[in-house]
């Protein structure tokens, strides 16, 4: 069996050679670990060579945690890792604690596995970042109904076959979009507890949690209505109509009991809008619908296209 341990990394010289050296090599008959340097403008490629990174790939620019993630994954699966694994390149993740993560894939009992700081030990978050975390967790929770406790982990496990079923459009983060694509495609997530250590320096991730929230609550929306976007838009088309049929019954009891004025015409003209409005919903939600099935295909061809690949 082979793993892979993919490490995106954006100028993180101070540290990404003491998670290198932490990997341990002894979890699986070969070990490979890759760097992936996202536009890194300092140290970073040259001490994750001198700490012993096997492969180190670069971007020309940075491009974002959610492209780098994903070419973690892509790499993984090019060098024939059975199990891919991703963890931060800021030293906040115990590289040894890989062991509870590849255990669950390694004996079949699931295909992606989360390590779980909530469940396990937190050294250092801040009042506004357990918060965040855990309103992105709830929000995950329902978009997809995994029994998580931790949406934001970035110390995670792939099976092979999970990797491959991965197809990560955001470029910002891949935390929740990764869960809520899973649960929907049937793969089985598991979490373990893990140690989270206090950060040295600031995130480059959150450096504004109102923006981070605005665009992790984005993708996480994005993603589900990928996937179910026949429900949502029922919904509200429903809710829409049922507003249009109480505005335009207020307006009909108004002209029974004291004959026609016009008070309520403004009660027709809301009534009329507001049915159209909510039919013309149902009907986008169908189209959507319909739309979402070409991408539950192409999903499909990706996946086989990948298999044949590897």
């Not at 250092?124 to 949406?151: C, E, P, Q, W």
């Not at 109102?210 to 429900?231: E, Q, S, V």
């Amino acid at each position: 069996m082979k793993v892979v341990v993919a490490i995106p990394a954006f100028n993180e010289e101070n540290t990404i050679g003491e998670v290198v050296a932490s990997i341990p090599r002894d979890i699986a008959d070969k070990v490979e670990v890759v760097v992936i340097d996202d536009g890194s403008t300092d140290n970073t490629v040259s001490e994750a060579k001198k700490a012993g990174a096997d492969k180190i790939v670069s971007h020309n620019q940075n491009l974002g945690l959610g492209w780098a993630f994903k070419r973690g994954l892509s790499e993984g699966i090019e060098l024939g890792g059975d199990i891919i694994i991703n963890i931060d390149a800021d030293g906040q993740y115990v590289g040894e604690e890989i062991r509870k993560l590849v255990k669950p894939i390694m004996d079949g009992k699931a295909d992606i596995v989360l390590g779980s700081r909530f469940a396990g030990k937190i050294e250092h978050m801040t009042y506004t970042k357990r918060v965040g975390n855990f309103i992105a967790t709830k929000m995950t929770r329902f978009l997809s109904s995994a029994k998580i406790t931790d949406a934001q982990t970035g110390f995670r496990a792939f099976s092979r076959d999970a990797a491959m079923r991965m197809n990560i459009l955001s470029s910002y983060t891949y935390t929740q979009e990764t869960i809520i694509q899973a649960s929907h495609q049937g793969l089985s997530i598991r979490e373990v507890p893990v140690t989270f250590k206090k950060r040295t320096g600031e995130s480059r991730l959150i450096s504004n949690v109102f923006l981070y929230a605005a665009k992790c609550g984005y993708a996480m929306l994005k993603t589900y209505l990928d996937y179910k976007p026949l429900r949502p838009f029922t919904f509200m088309g429903c809710l829409i109509i049922l507003s249009g049929f109480i505005s335009g019954l207020i307006g009909g009891l108004k002209y029974l009991i004291i004959g026609f004025s016009t008070n309520q015409i403004p009660y027709l003209i809301v009534s009329v809008i507001l049915l159209i409005v909510g039919f013309q919903l149902i009907i986008l939600g169908i189209v959507t619908d319909m739309v979402n099935s070409n991408r539950r295909i192409l999903d499909e061809i990706i996946y086989n296209v990948r298999r044949r690949k590897a």
